[in-house]
């Protein structure tokens, strides 16, 4: 029955993707990545997220930086000047600033969060001083995750402290990112420590919130593997959505790259488990960088796909169980001359401090209207002018 299903699946695809008409997508399909630019002060938070907003992204996925969040694991080592900006979470000095400005400027917007809760603090981490080494053990990760639920969940203290804001509370969190890359996680193999992690991670988050969600890290590549080795590990229990980075050259083969995924998944009986594609890019680096993906573009290229994923995406969601896309990213710098991500962004964040929109920008802000059926919208990520 499993193999009828994937057959019927594959061939519905192949119908699916040459249809002409613009599929609708529903609240919250289109996210966007929020980095670099925007969390270093480099550029208005605040004005951008109405920019998104107005543009048709309803999502954002932000990195919360548990380093930042929890430095260090006393008071004993908190200077008494800065003792006021932490509150104390268990004996545990947590910096709530960088996170609250998010959520709080997000909500403003009516724009729901997704936090990629990611990067161990030295008191916490295996390898002092690498920021991709794994947590030393999963307690006080999954203690930072309570902490986070009862910050920016249902019953969060962020919302009771700020009753003017629009209610938005966090249900969905990544735990970490692509441990399948030594830039994320410095020691591999990877599964068992993260499927270790993704269990104490679950747990707490159901203790926290029942209504939670444990969303797996975003893996790239080849992704339908990462899936294998985790459910082969035991994994299946300890997450309610799978997240993948199908980075590709042809667009056409984003929906293949989740089909191969949804394959290990029927295997391991999970098929139902919805996908967010936390991840999705084309850089336009082609011919600027010495490192090569394979799928760097130019700007009109970069533009081209930005359109056609989204519209293919919506195209094959409902088939694929597709309930979130995060195109990777708003702003980048457009500089460097060996990591193509450095171009991925929808506009260059300029020397001089100014923004040029893309070529791509106004294809991909203009495509995810169309597919909300909406003519414009305010700086409201809720609103519709049809």
Not at 18 to 41: H, K, S, Y
Not at 174 to 181: A, C, L, V, Y
Request: proline share 8%; glycine share 6%; net charge positive.
């Amino acid at each position: 029955m499993a193999k009828l299903r994937l057959a019927l699946l594959l061939t519905a695809l192949s119908l699916a993707l040459p249809a002409a008409a613009a599929a609708r997508v529903p609240q919250g399909f289109i996210g966007m990545n929020v980095d670099g630019p925007l969390l270093t002060g480099q550029v208005n938070l605040d004005a951008q997220l109405g920019v998104m907003a107005r543009s048709g992204v309803e999502s954002v996925r932000v990195p919360f930086y548990w380093s930042q969040a929890q430095p260090v694991s006393s008071f004993i080592y908190i200077d008494s000047a800065d003792a006021p900006r932490y509150a104390n979470v268990n004996g545990i000095p947590t910096n709530w600033g960088p996170t609250d400005q998010i959520v709080g400027l997000a909500a403003k917007h009516r724009i729901s969060v997704l936090p990629n809760v990611q990067q161990a603090p030295g008191w916490a981490s295996r390898h002092p001083g690498n920021p991709a080494s794994p947590p030393l053990g999963t307690a006080p990760y999954a203690n930072f995750l309570t902490a986070l639920v009862q910050r920016y969940g249902p019953k969060g203290s962020f919302w009771k402290a700020n009753p003017n804001l629009p209610k938005l509370p966090i249900r969905d969190w990544q735990i970490w990112n692509e441990p399948d890359s030594t830039k994320y996680w410095s020691d591999q193999p990877w599964v068992t420590d993260y499927t270790a992690l993704l269990k104490a991670s679950h747990r707490a988050l159901k203790k926290a919130d029942s209504g939670s969600r444990a969303v797996l890290a975003g893996f790239p590549s080849r992704s339908w593997v990462s899936l294998a080795r985790l459910y082969a590990a035991g994994a299946r229990r300890y997450f309610d959505v799978a997240a993948v980075h199908p980075f590709s050259l042809p667009v056409a083969n984003i929906p293949r790259i989740l089909v191969q995924d949804r394959r290990v998944m029927t295997r391991y009986h999970d098929d139902k488990k919805p996908f967010f594609i936390t991840e999705t890019s084309w850089p336009s680096a082609k011919g600027k960088t010495s490192t090569k993906y394979g799928f760097e573009v130019t700007q009109a290229g970069q533009a081209a796909k930005a359109k056609k994923v989204l519209k293919t995406l919506a195209k094959v969601r409902t088939l694929l169980n597709v309930e979130r896309v995060y195109w990777y990213s708003w702003i980048s710098l457009d500089t460097s001359t060996d990591a193509p991500f450095d171009y991925a962004g929808l506009q260059r964040l300029m020397p001089n401090g100014a923004l040029v929109r893309k070529p791509a920008f106004s294809a991909f802000t203009g495509t995810a209207l169309k597919l909300e059926g909406c003519r414009s919208k305010t700086s409201s990520a809720t609103s519709c002018r049809r």
